[in-house]
């Protein structure tokens, strides 16, 4: 089986889907860690994410994490509230405040934030003071991170990405990029993060809430494909939550799995269902089969 890393997603820490502890939030974190997490992802839109983590790096006495951030989309507290500054001069000066705010010399990795808000006549400045960070030393590889428009597909196949993370578009609910963006990503070796593993909730707290009133951007597909898959799940005497979290690890191919948690009771149920290992052979195939 092709290697799976585990990184932890900071926005629910960060209180964007609801208020959240502090104090419960840094300890999330080096839990985290503690259990072999080796990689953080964050960003200035997060919420309180990027001083939380900072937090938790100054109490942290291993060794030091895989730090990810975003540049694009400015500080909120709601999960659909965008604002954007795709400036030049907006992207260094949001670099380098999540530099001081971190309390790391350099990023290990800057995706450009919500690629698909980027106003197209902006995107070779935007790519312009992205490879420029990277030269300077305060970035070491940079990518996309969110899904992307059709008109950036050719910046990509240039090879100036090292990265792309995406997110509802590889999970138990949507398997899209098991046919394009991840073997794609695999030839270049490029790094793919698959985000949003319980596609934003509704594999998990969210299922019950959403099956009587969805969100709006909610595709009325994905509802139903939801409930498949929960017939699934408790056909073989599993959660849903840890059916979809252990699915991909079965997924053929070497990629990241951005996995998030609000609070360290979430987190430990999630690291128990990675502990537990790829599906069956038999429930992977009823699972690409719901996709269908």
């Keep these: 089986m092709n290697a799976k890393s585990i990184v932890l997603g900071t926005a629910g820490l960060g209180g964007v889907w609801g208020r959240t502890d502090r104090l ?16 953080l992802d964050t960003a200035p839109a997060y919420g309180n994410a990027e001083e939380i983590v900072g937090s938790a790096l100054k109490e942290w006495r291993g060794p030091m994490p895989v730090i990810s951030t975003k ?11 965008a604002r954007y500054d795709y400036s030049p001069a907006g992207i260094m000066n949001s670099v380098h405040h999540s530099l001081k705010t971190l309390g790391i010399p350099a990023l290990d990795i800057l995706f450009l934030h919500d690629p698909e808000a980027v106003p197209e006549e902006e995107a070779e400045n935007v790519i312009g003071v992205m490879q420029h960070l990277k030269q300077l030393g305060l970035v070491k590889k940079i990518g996309l991170g ?19 993370m995406e997110f509802n578009r590889l999970n138990a609910c949507n398997v899209a990029a098991l046919q394009d963006r991840l073997p794609f990503c695999q030839d270049r070796g490029m790094a793919y993060y698959a985000a949003s593993p319980l596609h934003m909730g509704l594999l998990g707290r ?16 994905r509802i139903a ?3 498949r898959l929960q017939q699934i799940a408790a056909s073989h005497q599993l959660s849903l939550p840890a059916m979809a979290h252990r699915f991909l690890l079965n997924i053929p191919h070497t990629f990241n799995i951005v996995m998030g948690a609000s609070a360290p009771e979430e987190l430990e149920d999630s690291l128990s269902a990675f502990r537990e290992g790829p599906l069956p052979a038999a ?10």
């Design 24 to 39: 419960a939030s840094v300890r999330t974190i080096l839990t985290a860690l503690d259990n072999g997490i080796t990689a």
């Design 71 to 81: 540049a694009g989309r400015l500080r909120s507290f709601a999960a659909d509230e």
């Design 146 to 164: 969110g899904n992307i428009p059709l008109w950036m597909e050719a910046d990509i196949k240039t090879g100036v990405f090292d990265a792309i």
């Design 206 to 221: 969210n299922f019950h809430a959403w099956q009587q009133q969805p969100p709006s951007w909610m595709p009325a597909g």
């Design 225 to 227: 494909t939801a409930q």
């Design 283 to 292: 429930v992977y195939q009823d699972i690409l089969d719901c996709n269908k």
